[in-house]
């Protein structure tokens, strides 16, 4: 049994990390894919467990070496999803979530037309930068290129198959719980229902 992909997307600030923090810590069956980059590591973040970090060098020489199922320069870093966890994740039955931007989520829609795709936003835009002002892990200057790149990453919305609004947090985590949870009922085209 192969497990599903879910792919999650937001501009920054939206609340997708805590969003899909709290998804894999309800569901065993849910493991999330640790991504690459070449971005700093924030404050509290350890290598292998946000990200693996690495040096833009290492991560152009594993493009060379195809080791990315889908990868993107988002903000002026590159992250990427390596095809090995991915796959591993789904040889396993487990659900893999990718919470990846949107140039990466059409690139898995393309290669996995199954893949279940979620798309975050907060009500407003301006509600966008008060939050990643508050969370107050970035600098000025990045927090504009991100607000800057949200009015960009919004227009993809239309690409994506389910909305949730990340008002009220407990609510949100449930619309994506229920969105996931109906996945089970989705009619594959190569899967056989009936004897
Ligand atoms: P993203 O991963 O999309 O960049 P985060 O999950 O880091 O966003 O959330 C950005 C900030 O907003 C964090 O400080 C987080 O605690 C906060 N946050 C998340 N959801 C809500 C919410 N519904 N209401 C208020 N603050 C929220
Ligand atoms: P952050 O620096 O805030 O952790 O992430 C910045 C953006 O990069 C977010 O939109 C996040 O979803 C995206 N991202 C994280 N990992 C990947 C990945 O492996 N591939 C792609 N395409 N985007 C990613």
Redesign the pocket.
């Known amino acids: 049994m192969i497990g599903n992909i879910i792919v999650i997307s937001?501009?920054?600030?939206?609340?997708?990390?805590?969003?899909?923090?709290a998804i894999v810590k309800s569901d065993k069956n849910i493991v999330r894919s640790v991504s690459y980059t070449t971005r700093f590591p924030r404050s509290g973040e350890k290598n292998s467990r946000e990200y693996f970090f690495v040096q833009e060098t290492e991560f152009k020489q594993m493009i060379k070496e195809k080791k990315f199922v889908e990868y993107a320069k988002v903000h002026n870093n590159y992250y990427g999803t390596s095809t090995e966890l991915v796959d591993k994740i789904l040889n396993f039955g487990k659900n893999v979530l990718l919470?990846i931007d949107v140039q990466g989520g059409l690139k898995i829609k393309k290669q996995y037309p199954h893949a279940c795709m979620i798309f975050?936003m907060t009500k407003s835009i301006n509600v966008l930068k008060k939050?990643?002002i508050?969370?107050?892990?970035d600098c000025m200057e990045t927090i504009n290129v991100r607000f800057n790149n949200a009015k960009k990453e919004i227009q993809y919305l239309k690409k994506y198959e389910y909305l949730v609004v990340?008002?009220?947090?407990e609510k949100?985590i449930d619309s994506v719980k229920t969105i996931i949870k109906s996945l089970k009922y989705k009619i594959l085209k190569n899967q056989k229902y009936f004897d």
Do not use: Y
């Open positions: 937001a501009p920054s600030g939206a609340g997708k990390t805590t969003i899909c923090d919470e975050v939050r990643l508050l969370r107050n892990k990340n008002d009220n947090l949100a």
